[in-house]
């Protein structure tokens, strides 16, 4: 991890953010150039921060930029302009191995669906990644089953993801995400595959590992609900921020149009 040090320490011409602020894009650009296709332009500048134990919501039309933004904050993604800060580092500059190093050991990632291995064990899901990139077996493990325990899941360790419901599969999906103590938790609609009960036992696992636990998350979410109940919410349109809200304010327009087709 010297390497990053390093690297963010060369980019003299660009301050990195106060101490307070885990993520920072700065004039983001992401454009696409299709074979054949005319330039499109996805996201347009956008400039986001979000504060060290802040619990984010990003929201906004399907086709908005919402999962572009997510992945490039969560070095998923390469911009085409613009710079992408987290925890200090500009990752940017970092070559391919070092953003791979940066998102396996400071970033936690739950996505729509939850892509846990049917063969294994939970237990084994939430270890595994963790055993993969060096953590010892006997700590993987312990930290797998302290995070299940986290989110109430410690009697099912031993059942294979196929014997739980689409909320439990998903609650350890945030499990694994939890295990390795990220900096950062980046979900992308997270309760969007499930029924109304457990989309909502899912966000409140979420609000409860922002406001109890002090974890820092970027959520992206269709309901104007969830989205409500996260500290603030951002919303996007066409690439753009076009409204911003605290706690309990609605922010999304209600009829958004479409981008799709
Ligand atoms: P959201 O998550 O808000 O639904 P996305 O970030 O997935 O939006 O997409 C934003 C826009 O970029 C959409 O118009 C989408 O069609 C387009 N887009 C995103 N990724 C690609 C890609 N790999 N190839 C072509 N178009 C893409
Ligand atoms: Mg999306």
Redesign the pocket.
Known sequence: MSALSFFSGTRLESAPPPDNVIAETRKLYRE?S?AGAAP?T?LHGIDLRVGRGEFLALT??????????LYLIGALDRQTSGEVWLDGVEIGALDDDDRAAFRNERLGFVFQFHFLLPEFNVLENVFIPMFRRGVARSEAEQRAYESLALLGLEDLWKRKPGQLSGGQQQRVSIARAVANDPALILA?EPTGNLDSKNAQMVFDVFAHLAHDQGRTIVM?THDRDFAMGADRQVA?RD?HIFGEGRRGEDVMPHSIPS?RG
């Open positions: 696409l299709g499109q996805i906004g039309a399907s086709g908005s930029g919402k999962s572009t933004l992308d992206v996007l690439g981008q």
